[in-house]
């Protein structure tokens, strides 16, 4: 199984395909191990399966409501791994300990890393022929206001930031950067264990790449979940004392700021774009800016819960047809012809009404919750960048999203050592602290 696991997240970042048929065979070991009395008996004690299991048939009980049946399976179709890796991880026999998921997500690192080098080496090759006149460069941010605050800026921040650069593994920026600041959170867990200051210097080397590449990456939401990480890390090396470590942040979130602004591409994105919008959604309207698309967006998604159920939503697979419905009510549009909501929370709302909202909130929430009181800082950091990211992306709708959450989630909550004896159950859950 655990080289299954290392497969899978060696894939992940590259292809989803190779990437779920290792995660098949996991789920093949899984079937083969039998017990099935003690996987019942697991989950009849794991309040966080219980809750993963029901959002996943409360989908399928959506179907029944659904106006496009074969959208609603195929949505459905992309969820099957929100329920068959949770539970698979959590109730097999077989207990990691926690140098094997160690060596899991090192791997995970590793496969990160390449695929920086790949990016800059796809975006230095495009640069080049570009600047050689062979080939055309089709900017991205073509439709906003970038190129009037930034006319004399070089078209190489454009290349080497954003879309053109994840483009190097076909990847959207986002979800890359998403893979890289969980990187750097378990990165800064592992640091206060190693023991050779070389090795203590390479790891702060690495996260300080992996900072600079989200940067340039350009991701609003990543970018603001790091800043918070670093802050955090700050707070608990200065209250532990750690007097180097804690000098080293600040340098490492100086350098993070200070390219922030320097490069025009994610400054315009992360500050001036912002800057510029302003937030008011108005009837008859086609949005360019970035920024205001997105509330755009939410906006049509409020609107169209009027026309859902408030318990069982519009139905699975609904969900676009609502907002494109609401779209040609208010006639609100956006020049990338999206009825994404671009927001996990308001999509689960919309589509599978308050049910499947608070079903969803518990699956993030008790994580969080766990990982707080029993100080695991790892699944801590990996639950609060990925709930931040589903404010901003549909990310369970994604078969990127839906594989990392269920995967890194089920690893840190179940197979961590310090969880594996806990039973997760309400009782637990409110006796937690005792």
């Not at 264990?193 to 609003?220: D, E, N, P």
């Not at 009837?283 to 819960?305: C, D, E, T």
């Amino acid at each position: 199984m655990v080289a299954a696991l290392m497969l899978s997240v060696a894939a992940l970042p590259f292809s989803i395909t190779v990437c779920h048929g290792a995660i098949i065979i996991v789920i093949i070991s899984w079937i083969f191990e039998g017990q099935w009395q003690n996987k019942l008996s697991v989950i009849k004690h794991s309040l966080l399966l219980q809750v993963i299991i029901a959002l996943f048939f409360l989908q399928v009980l959506g179907l029944a409501f659904s106006d496009n049946l074969p959208l609603g399976l195929f949505a459905l179709e992309k969820k099957i791994f929100f329920l068959l890796i949770p539970v698979a991880i959590g109730t097999t026999s077989l207990k990691l300990n926690r140098k094997e998921i160690k060596l899991v997500l090192i791997t995970f690192i590793i496969s990160c890393f390449v695929g920086t080098l790949l990016c800059v080496l796809h975006a230095w090759e495009e640069t080049t022929l570009v600047m050689a006149g062979v080939a055309q460069f089709k900017p991205y941010l073509s439709t906003s206001s970038y190129h009037d605050l930034h006319a004399f800026e070089s078209e190489r921040w454009l290349m080497f930031s954003y879309r053109s650069l994840s483009q190097g593994i076909a990847i959207h920026p986002t979800f890359f950067s998403l893979f890289l600041a969980f990187s750097i959170i378990f990165l800064f867990h592992e640091l206060p264990h190693l023991k050779s200051q070389i090795s203590r210097g390479a790891v702060l080397m690495l996260v300080l790449y992996f900072a600079v590449f989200i940067v340039f990456l350009a991701s609003r939401i990543v970018i603001l979940g790091l800043s918070v990480i670093f802050t955090f890390v700050l707070i608990r090396t200065l209250l532990n004392k750690q007097k180097l470590l804690a000098f080293m942040v600040v340098i490492i979130s100086a350098v993070f700021a200070f390219l922030l602004f320097l490069n025009p591409v994610s400054r315009y994105r992360s500050l001036e774009e912002i800057n510029l919008s302003t937030f008011e959604i108005q009837p008859g309207n086609n949005y360019k800016n970035a920024a205001q698309i997105r509330v755009s967006l939410w906006w049509l998604a409020f609107m169209s819960l009027h026309d859902s159920h408030p318990l069982v939503g519009t139905g699975t697979g609904d969900v676009h047809s609502a907002m494109v419905r609401t779209s040609n009510q208010y006639q609100i549009t956006n020049i990338i012809n999206s009825f994404d909501p671009h927001n996990q929370y308001l999509y689960t709302l919309l589509g599978n009404g308050y049910s499947g909202f608070i079903l969803l909130v518990l699956c993030l929430a008790l994580p969080l919750y766990f990982a707080w009181i029993q100080q695991e800082y790892l699944l801590l950091g990996f639950s609060f960048i990925f709930s931040l990211l589903c404010f901003t992306e549909s990310a369970l709708e994604l078969q990127k999203g839906v594989v990392f959450y269920s995967l890194f989630s089920a690893l840190l909550f179940f197979q961590l050592n310090s969880f594996q004896k806990i039973s997760f159950n309400l009782r637990s859950l409110i006796h937690a602290r005792d």
